[in-house]
């Protein structure tokens, strides 16, 4: 095996449960992606932000045994976006890439995916994280449209002349993928109506959620700046131009602003606005994760160990519940109790998610029936739950955003000096997913 | 019928094409040569007296189809009959390809210029291969001479008049795209189908492309109109008395339609006077030296990852060029503007250098990596200092953090204008590790870097370094490492007369143009403000001039400091300084370049460089020297000896 040591890094072997560090991430400013296309796609992205960060390590990008990237909407020629952004990072021609799509927590999953290669000593250095350039959504033709085009291809000249009396209809519209992207096919909802839903089961009324909003915003201005939101690394465009903070982070946003917005997805009656939901957005996060053999022969230092992830899933009307459906049971299997959880990040889809799981957890009924075990009938404390503002103020690049609060978890968790810290999301369709994090000694 | 000479082979394949393969024997290069013309010959003898279904001539050469005429051979071409000899081998034996009565093909990949190219021109077709090394062009002017061989015949008739003058008056080279496009080659193909190609194309029977009729009027009846038009065309700078060969050039073709053997060699324009003449020999000269600087950097350098400190002028013009030739770049600078800007400007380097290759220009820009802290040190095979200061005790601190920062088997390289090696490297465990780096802003896009180091133990690191300049695109120039190196301490007592002369009342844009008349790519005043004044003064101080001029020393009281400040001697505006023309006393230039010619002198008994043509290649590359004259040691000695 010995010719294979120089072209694959490490030696196959079959060692298992080996322990996975997080030793270093960072992530793009999140960009708003507003209405048109973005200056960056998403693997412009993906290779900015890499490369930053592979320039900053021991090791030589070609040095790593696997690249694995989330992402839930690639544009049509990106795709396995991770081998394009490999190479375009100059990882080489012999890292292995793949790419992962789990909705909201695609970035989550190739965390996972990259965990699970290590834990199996299938690899011992991954680098793993998320992009979404949601500004730059495909447009996608309607099944009219193509079914159109089908004919006219193979018509002839008389039946193309009827075939353009049809071009006009309203059926033949291309939607965006954005737009698709949002929209829950197993619910049959768009996401935010999801939200309306959950809002309306647990009573929580808009005051509840403007505040969640507000605090989120005043959280991540305090973040940026006291230079808490140092995972950031700069992008630059084409122009020139450069590209430091979230877009979304605005020290402006008060009450009144919250309060004067009109509900978007149920427009006449909901309580779901644009400012009480994540904004979406076009950015990229890697982590670089590591076992104990790589700590060793590259001389790194780790920021935090990954103990355990877990995902559920639920009746996709529920999806915002995913968080405590896939974070009770972690924390029941690791012997540990909501108290034992320093900082948590509850990725915020919508403030009507985070505050129904935060009012499910809190009802020990609700756990006994729902998840079969016992939560003790107590919820995280609001002042341990996104310490540095959420996806609200932040952006929600779908992919990035797993990669996102990881990575801040693992910062802010040394910074605080929390022992444990769970960062967890839900997922469009009725899934949701969480890590547990342990701070190295 | 296989047939095997000293330095081209035939074979006919299973379809009856015949390949001609040349391989000139004992060179990196089809040097056309007279025996390698003379093999050909009987090859085309027996080709006339036995044809095949078609003809493919290619190379063996990894280097390319063929650089052109052998240089050698030119030289030893003294007497007008030795001159008309090297014009009529190559002319007869293209024009019996021409003749030959079956489908020829000339597959081009890799260098086919000069001669080689009138070669390719003799031929029915022409496939051109994609790759980077593919260059085609008839760049005769560029050392006073003119195609001679059919090329200013061919090249007309297949592309039209206009773009033919403006190709063999410039010199210019076109790529394998370029090439297509301009209508000189029939396809454009990937390597892994040349062969296929060719054979395809030669066989196809189809018609070359016919001219458009504006363009068959051009090479007619408008004949003598467009070759006005197009000496009119020709850059200032390009007098007839300094540089006849573009003027021999339309005169010729004009008179003989580019049958060169049917001017007098009397005349002025014949190849025999050209041959004679001093430009000529003196272009011909700088060519051969510049040809020695590029072979001084044929060595292996081992860089992949380059870390420029500072996104400045320089830093950013070292990192873009670095990451157009392939090189991946970490950028530190704390002002993240500056990286941001640097980006940018890469950015429209990248759709200048790829305007069809959407792929090239976003690998170019992925290869330079924004660093603002400086991490990329750690890894990097050479680090660049290029900090924006001039403040030595500052450049030494960098210096040494950076050399306790850098991998042991790292290169380190300080750019630096006016100060000098040994006081920049102080501060370091191992001077010895440090090269100086110097890339002369006197003219945009300078083809040339001093490399400069200290001591003995220097030698690999000098070498390594010239190895990368080169892999830069650029000549190097190994120079010794005392303040201003060749180039700025050259010019530095030129510039400070310059700046004496408008203290006597000169204007400045008068004393510009007296030395642009005199042939000076650049005006000295001019140079001074993209040099810096306060860089100049330092430079001044660093070589003991101390008597400065008032215009210099006023202007950098008052904070004028050139290009940089957006004033100084000039008010500069997008880069380019606004002025109006005026005359200058008689004797300015004389008085000029005798100052520059001193310091010349001065600077090679300082033993800064080798040897005195050195000198001279340094001052044309770096310093916009005009070429005709041979470069300021030769200008002198020429000079002296006509007094």
């Known amino acids: 095996m010995d010719h294979l040591k120089g072209h694959y890094g490490h030696e196959a072997s079959a060692k298992v449960n080996q322990a996975v560090y997080i030793v270093d991430a960072a992530r793009t400013p999140f960009l708003e992606a507003g209405g048109r296309p973005g200056p960056f796609s998403a693997a412009d992205l993906a290779t900015a932000c890499g490369a930053q960060l592979l320039a900053r390590q021991p090791f030589a990008p070609d040095e790593l045994d696997q690249v694995i990237l989330g992402c839930s909407s690639p544009a049509p020629d990106e795709t396995n976006i991770a081998r394009l952004a490999s190479l375009r990072m100059g990882c080489g021609d012999r890292v292995p890439a793949w790419t992962v799509q789990r909705n909201c927590a695609s970035g989550l999953q190739a965390l996972d995916c990259a965990s699970v290669e290590i834990a199996l000593g299938r690899a011992d250095l991954v680098l793993a994280g998320g992009v979404d350039a949601m500004s730059r959504a495909p447009l996608l033709l309607s099944d009219d449209f193509v079914e159109w085009l089908s004919a006219w291809r193979s018509a002839g000249a008389v039946q193309r002349l009827r075939l353009l009396r049809r071009l006009y209809s309203s059926r033949l519209a291309p939607a965006t993928g954005l737009e698709r992207g949002l929209n829950d096919p197993a619910a049959g909802l768009l996401q935010g109506q999801v939200a309306e839903d959950l809002a309306t089961r647990f009573a929580i009324s808009r005051d509840e959620q403007d505040a969640w909003a507000l605090r989120s915003h005043q959280r991540a201005a305090a973040a940026w700046s006291a230079g808490r939101l140092d995972e950031i690394v700069p992008l630059v465009g084409p122009d020139g131009r450069l590209h430091v903070a979230d877009a979304g982070v605005d020290g402006d946003v008060d009450a009144a602003g919250l309060a004067s917005l009109k509900p978007c997805f149920d427009r006449k009656y909901g309580n779901v606005t644009s400012g009480n939901s994540a904004r979406p957005g076009d950015g990229a996060g890697w982590l670089v994760l590591a076992s104990a053999d790589a700590l060793e022969r590259h001389a790194l230092t780790p920021l935090v160990r990954i103990v355990d992830c877990a995902w559920a899933a639920l009746d996709p009307v529920a999806t915002g519940l995913g968080p405590v459906h896939a974070t009770a049971p972690m924390l029941a299997r690791n012997g540990l109790t909501i108290d034992d959880i320093g900082l948590w990040e509850v990725n915020e889809a919508f403030a009507a998610h985070v505050l129904a799981c935060l009012q499910a957890w809190s009802d020990a009924d609700w756990c006994r029936e729902e998840l079969g075990i016992d939560c003790g009938g107590k919820a995280p404390p609001h002042s341990r739950i996104n310490i540095d503002g959420g996806a609200i103020a932040l952006g929600h690049p779908v992919a990035a955003s797993g990669a996102r609060i990881v990575m801040h978890l693992a910062a802010a968790m040394r910074r605080e000096g929390a022992r444990h810290g769970v960062a967890t999301l839900c997922i469009g369709g009725g899934q949701g997913g969480a890590m547990l994090l342990e701070t190295v000694a | ?643």
């Open chain 2, 1 to 643: 019928m296989n047939h095997y000479g000293t330095h081209l082979r035939i074979e006919r394949d299973w379809e009856g094409v015949a390949w001609l393969v040349l391989d000139r024997a004992g060179a990196q290069a089809n040097w056309l040569s007279a025996t390698m013309l003379d093999e050909l010959g009987e090859v085309v003898g027996m080709l006339e007296a036995d044809p095949p279904s078609g003809l493919i001539i290619a190379s063996a050469q990894a280097a390319g189809f063929s650089p052109g005429a052998d240089p050698d051979e030119i030289d030893a071409a003294v007497t007008p009959q030795a001159a008309r000899a090297l014009v009529a081998r190559g002319w007869a034996v293209f024009g019996r390809i021409a003749r030959l009565p079956l489908p020829t093909l000339a597959l081009i990949r890799g260098h086919c210029l000069g001669g080689g190219l009138e070669l390719a021109l003799a031929c029915d077709y022409r496939v051109v291969v994609e790759d980077p090394a593919t260059r085609l062009g008839l760049p005769q002017v560029r050392v006073g001479l003119v195609p001679a061989w059919g090329g200013m015949r061919r090249l007309p008739a297949l592309v039209g008049p206009s773009l033919a003058l403006e190709l063999m008056l410039s010199g210019r080279e076109l790529t394998a795209r370029g090439a297509w496009k301009a209508g000189l080659a029939d396809v454009c193909v990937p390597p892994r189908v040349m062969e296929a190609a060719a054979r395809a194309v030669v066989m196809s029977g189809r018609h070359s492309r016919h001219l458009p009729w504006r363009e068959v009027l051009k090479a007619t009846l408008l004949r003598r109109f467009v070759a006005a038009r197009a000496r009119r065309a020709l850059a200032p700078q390009l007098r007839a008395d300094r540089y006849p060969a573009p003027f021999a050039l339309l005169e010729l073709w004009v008179r003989h339609g580019g049958d060169t053997l049917a001017e007098p060699d009397e005349s002025p324009a014949s190849m025999a006077a050209l041959l004679r003449s001093d430009a000529t020999r003196e272009l011909r000269r700088v060519s051969a030296l510049h040809e020695r600087l590029r072979r001084g950097g044929r060595v292996a350098h081992g860089v992949g990852h380059v870390h420029v400190v500072g996104a400045g002028v320089v830093g950013g013009e070292l990192a873009i060029l670095c990451v157009a030739n392939g090189f991946r770049v970490t950028l530190q600078d704390l002002r993240q503007e500056a990286i941001a800007a640097v980006i940018g400007h890469a950015a429209q380097r990248a759709s200048e250098l790829h305007p069809d290759d959407v792929p090239a220009r976003r690998e170019l820009l992925d290869r330079l990596v924004p660093d603002g802290a400086g991490h990329g040190v750690r890894r990097a095979d050479l680090i660049i200092e290029a900090a924006v200061t001039v403040d030595v005790a500052a450049k030494r601190a960098l210096l040494a953090g950076l050399e306790s920062r850098a991998r042991p088997d790292a290169l380190l390289a300080s750019h630096t204008a006016c100060l000098a090696l040994a006081d920049v490297a102080a501060g370091m465990h191992a001077p010895a590790r440090l090269v100086g780096l110097h890339l002369p802003v006197v003219q945009t896009a300078t083809p040339l870097v001093e490399v400069a180091a200290e001591g003995p133990d220097a030698a690999d690191a000098i070498a390594r370094a010239s190895g990368f300049v080169a892999a830069l695109g650029k000549l190097p120039l190994a120079v010794a490492g005392t303040p201003g190196f060749l180039i700025n301490a050259v010019l530095a007592p030129y510039l400070l007369e310059a700046l004496r002369c408008i203290d006597e009342g000169v204007p400045a844009a008068a004393v510009d143009h007296a030395m642009r008349e005199a042939g000076m790519a650049v005006g000295p005043i001019e140079t001074v403000d993209r040099l810096g004044l306060d860089v100049l003064q330092l430079l001044a101080c660093g070589l003991g001039l101390d008597s400065l001029p008032t215009a210099l020393s006023e202007a950098v009281a008052a904070g004028r400091l050139g290009l940089r400040s957006g004033r100084g001697l000039y008010e500069w505006r997008d880069g380019v300084p606004l002025r109006d023309a005026g005359a200058a006393p008689d004797g300015v230039a004389e008085r000029l370049f005798a100052r520059l010619g001193a310091a010349a002198r001065d600077a090679l008994s300082r033993g800064i460089v080798r040897d005195a043509d050195l000198v001279d290649a340094g001052l044309i590359a770096g310093a916009g020297y005009p070429p005709y004259t041979g470069g300021p040691m030769r200008h002198a000695a020429r000079h002296e000896d006509r007094t």
